[in-house]
Nanobody, 115 residues
């Protein structure tokens, strides 16, 4: 059974930075695309950043140039470095993967950006 555990969320002022981490267990981690998604109150969950097994990345337009996704296959970790945060980035951030055709989500970590 795949488990994803996020950490690193918190409260930060506008312009600040946070680094989210996601620890994966029970998956063929190095073969899978990993993703970060977020859901703000009253809004649908949206994709923030993806990283393939080969290291190719893709970002939502709203975070390009500010967020960086990376992975450490040896540690089965995926990271999201978030810089120049603004209040619109406030949301619960979720780690995601698809393993053998099944989608898995972490429990989420809250990111709050104060103005």
């Amino acid at each position: 059974q795949v488990q994803l555990v996020e950490s690193g969320g918190g409260l930060v002022q506008t312009g600040g930075s946070l680094r989210l981490s996601c620890a994966a267990t029970g998956s063929r981690f190095s073969d899978n695309t990993m993703g970060w998604y977020r859901q703000a109150p009253g809004k649908q969950r949206e994709s923030v950043a993806l990283i393939t097994s080969g290291g190719t990345t893709n970002y939502a337009d709203s975070v390009k140039g500010r967020f960086t996704i990376s992975r450490d296959n040896g540690k089965k970790m995926v990271y999201l470095q978030m810089n120049s945060l603004n209040p619109e980035d406030t949301a619960v951030y979720y780690c995601n993967t698809i393993d053998l055709g099944r989608t898995f989500w972490g429990q989420g970590t809250q990111v709050t950006v104060s103005s």
